[in-house]
């Protein structure tokens, strides 16, 4: 039988591992919200749109016209596979973005330690837990340090609870069952364990009172409140107008099952079904591609305020760099510097005695880069000395603290009669602790100036001797002796000079806000190419600035340095009350308040705790700042092409509705009906929710200021143009209709050319409206096979109702010859190529 502490180290195999995930699934709770394909149908059906439908096929069929009808029902098929297409590609994409967004944990797995999605638990694995995390399952503790839960959510007591492992105690016994247990849902404030998973999904705590944690948000967005109210507005208005033509057209012609179709045909052209629709699919698969781009959108309002950033706050470990540490000098015996040539490099014998105490002062099972690359020198050369000392027992731990920036590990040798301090922190505060002379303090600070000069990230290391007496409370009161420095290299990103201009050509500033040294930063941040490099606002300084001076110093500084979490938010509030969208990453605990108060709060995915994820909007899944910058250019190109999909839905539904308005005040024969409606909205629908989000972006989408807050997806200018689109086409189809209806030309050829108009003008719409700025002639060089697809799918479709005999008779059409069809052709596209015209000028005034 193994030992336990073989299986800490082994754990789960990963074939058991999948194995049991297979057998027991996810560690979920059941899901409540899944529908049912009945269900999806049902409400597809209850659509506005396809009650129409229905009702205009009931009508043909009570009159006699089977093969109208049976058109009609077919559509009313063909529209309900193609919504439960789009919600199930939909719900698809929500649901990966769940799974992405789910607690992570870190489990071992075949003796290695792998962070996965809080779902892919089982039962048995091995948890790791520390500060800031999660807790993921239920699991009985193995081993614990100064471990601090809050259970907060499962017992509604807002104290944390300290564990332990089950065979022991403070007081030397055995804990209760539940002491010793970590429950799924709470949260480590303190600490560090592995526990070992009892139980998963809703066979925990958690699951059988029925509680659970909705990942992915889906609030009332300000642009949904602004769509849904547009929607019911339009209804209202399509509603009122349907009766009143039923009622006009009834009375003037006295034919009212004619007059209840174009009151039909009208409801249908003016009811806006597809915003919604387009609203959600956008979103939807925006957040979808902004996952691909490794940036995870947890609350959906993020993706329309990205496009208006004006400031960016980000770390500099692991954002701007690449979080990869390695000791690289040392700075021992009052003078010298030892440096290392690389990683493997050996290290002088007079700088042994610095490295074991800096090892010494560091956490057993570390996740701070810097201790990391500490601890990595036990591997080498400098791991076969006798300055290792696995046999030494951990007794206390000084955690760092906001007033001290310096952490302390007390050791006992089974040879010695007095407790081994080691000490790590910032050269200031170790200096403090040791209570060097204002001569030697100097130095020091030099010394560090000279290796932070160089980009490393230097801290203090001292130790220190203390009787196997009781422990002091605070580390001030150790007697310590100053060891010396050790230098760290944390390479710049390869590219983050390229994204940061990016940014400042977007009208957006770069904020860099580290705990590291003053000129350490300031070093990354001329390599990054922040602007400008050299002037910082530290910690200290940013303490004695009242809340105007902060925000006044802000706006001229990019470096924030020896700043601790909790003066992120001063930050935060600082920038956003001078104005600024602010966009600001965080990885810890004490980074949650200031990640909610920014604008758009992202967290770091790789080394970021389940606290601050959960505060965030956006999670950074490789902690790259250039990542950001590509959700940035993402956000903007939503907003751009969902904009460009509501402004053509706008523009083409007038005509449409003109049309079906035009008859009725003049007594003329219906031109359009619902079979005639329902075929431009088969062109209408994947244009404006597929065509138009496939959209490549603009090639100046990154030149230009960030969108004003204020600006509405609805702006009086959007809706000005639309309509005024719309109606320049409708005006277009007039002159038609009465020039044909004066000359005697038959019912049926003025509805073929006015449909076919309509068709063309449609696709001339979709063209010139793919950019508000760029010639339409431009845009053909971004791919887009979606838009092509739709335009030769309509132009296929509008020939084969032009000339198979079946069709001609269900659409009430006569075919018309290359020539009038070229001319239909000509009219249509003269009805919207006025406004490359409007382009031009525009450029032209914004040139000038």
Known sequence: ???????????????????????????????????????????????????????????????????????????????????????????????????????????????????????????????????????????????????????????????????????????????????????????????????????????????????????????????????????????????????????????????????????????????????????????????????????????????????????????????????????????????????????????????????????????????????????????????????????????????????????????????????????????????????????????????????????????????SLHPLTELPTIQHDFTYQFLGLVGFADPVRSGIDQAISECYSAGIRVIMITGDYPQTACCIAREAGLVPPDQVITGTELNRLSDDELAERSSQVCVFARTVPEQKLRIIQALKASGEVVAMTGDGVNDAPALRAADIGIAMGMRGTDVAREAASLVLLDDNFTSIVSAVRMGRRIFDNLKKAMAYIFAVHVPIAGLSVIPVILGWPLMLLPAHVVFLQMIIDPTCSIAFELEPEESGVMKRPPRSTGDHLFSSRLITMCVIQGFVILAVLTGIFITLMEQGAADTYVRTVLFSTLVFANLGLIMVNRSWTEPFYQTFRRQNPAMWIVVIAALVLLGLVLSVPLLLELFRFTPLSVGELGLCAIAGFISVIWFEGYKFVKNRNLNE
């Open 1 to 463: 039988m193994t030992s336990q502490t073989e299986q800490i180290e082994s754990g789960l195999s990963e074939q058991i591992a999948q194995s049991r995930l297979q057998q027991e699934g996810y560690n979920e709770l059941t899901a409540t919200g899944t529908q049912s394909i009945l269900t999806l149908i049902i409400g597809v059906v209850k659509e506005p749109m396809l009650l129409l439908l229905v009702a205009a096929g009931l009508i043909y069929l009570f009159l006699g016209d089977a093969h109208e009808a049976l058109m009609l029902m077919s559509f009313v098929v063909l529209i309900i596979g193609i919504t439960l297409y789009q919600e199930h590609k939909t719900e698809k994409t929500l649901n990966a973005l769940r799974s992405l967004s789910s607690p992570r944990a870190l489990v071992i797995r075949d003796g290695v330690r792998v962070r996965i999605p809080g779902r892919e638990v089982v039962r048995d694995d091995l948890i790791v837990l520390a500060e800031g995390d999660r807790v993921a399952a239920d699991a009985t503790l193995l081993s614990s340090r100064n471990l601090l839960v809050d259970e907060s959510l499962l017992t509604g007591e807002s104290v944390p609870v300290r564990k332990l492992p089950p065979d022991k105690s403070e007081k030397g016994g055995t804990t209760d069952e539940r002491e010793g247990m970590v429950f799924s849902g709470s949260m480590v404030v303190q600490g560090q364990g592995i526990a070992r998973v009892t139980a998963i999904g809703s066979h925990t705590e958690m699951g059988k009172i029925g509680t659970s944690v909705q990942s992915v948000e889906r609030g009332e967005t300000r642009l949904k409140s602004e769509i849904n109210s547009l929607v019911k507005t339009l209804t209202i208005i399509a509603a009122f107008l349907c009766v009143t033509v039923i009622v006009v057209y009834g009375v003037r012609v006295q034919d009212w099952i004619s007059g209840l179709l174009a009151g039909i045909t009208l409801a249908m052209a003016i009811l806006p079904e597809e915003i919604p629709v387009v609203l959600t699919i956008f979103l939807a698969l925006g957040a979808w591609r902004m996952a691909r781009k490794n940036v995870l959108t947890r609350q959906i309002p993020a993706i329309e305020t990205l496009g208006s950033a004006t400031v960016l706050c980000v770390d500099k470990t692991g954002t701007i760099t690449e979080n990869r540490m390695t000791a690289q000098a040392f700075y021992a015996d009052g003078s010298d510097i030892c440096c290392r040539k690389g990683e493997d490099a050996s290290i002088e014998d007079h700088c042994h005695e610095i490295v074991e105490y800096a090892i010494l002062a560091c956490r057993q099972d570390p996740f701070d880069p810097m201790e990391k690359a500490l601890r990595a020198l036990e591997n080498g050369e400098f791991g076969e000395t006798e300055h290792i000392h696995k046999t030494w027992e951990l007794v206390q731990e000084y955690p760092l603290s906001d007033d001290l920036l310096a952490m302390s590990n007390v050791w006992r040798s089974p040879n010695r009669t007095s407790y081994i301090i080691a000490t790590k922190g910032s050269p200031e505060a170790i200096g403090d602790l040791c209570h060097l002379s204002d001569e030697k303090m100097e130095e020091v600070r030099a010394t560090a100036d000279r290796m932070a000069s160089r980009g490393l990230r230097v801290l203090g290391i001292a130790g």
